[in-house]
Every structure is written in C-alpha cells, then in structure tokens.
C-alpha cells in the first residue's frame, strides 16, 4: 500500500502566489501564523493583510503528485 502525503495549510512555501478571494487582489505569502493559522500576504501595492485560510485561493496548491 502507498504511502500517503497529506499537505497541510501549515506547509505553504513562503513566497507563494496567492489572491485573496473577496477583493481578488494578487500577493504573496510572507508570513503563516499558526492557531488559528493565518497567512500575512504582501499585495502587489506592496500593503500587507492578514487573511484566514479559507479567505485566499492558493496557486499551486496542494502540490501535484
């Protein structure tokens, strides 16, 4: 039987695209603060927000395997 990978929200490179999905401004993830976890994205108008993760659309993830 397989091994399985599980991929957590906690594992997100730093540095990865992201685009928030309420204002649908792009970033990238500078920051992960954990419980609750929480992702410090830097916009591309270079102002910082804060954002749960179920706030954002993650490209790239999970990785494909």
């Known amino acids: 039987m397989a091994k399985r990978i599980y991929h957590t929200m906690n594992d997100v490179p730093i ?7 309420k204002t649908k401004q792009k970033g990238v993830l500078k920051e992960i603060i954990q419980f609750p976890t929480t992702f410090v994205v830097q916009l591309n108008d270079n102002k910082t927000e804060k954002c749960y993760t179920y706030e954002v659309d993650i490209k790239g993830w999970p990785p494909n395997e």
Do not use: F, Y
């Not at 540095?15 to 999905?21: A, Q, R, S």
């Open 15 to 21: 540095g990865t695209e992201m685009i928030i999905k």
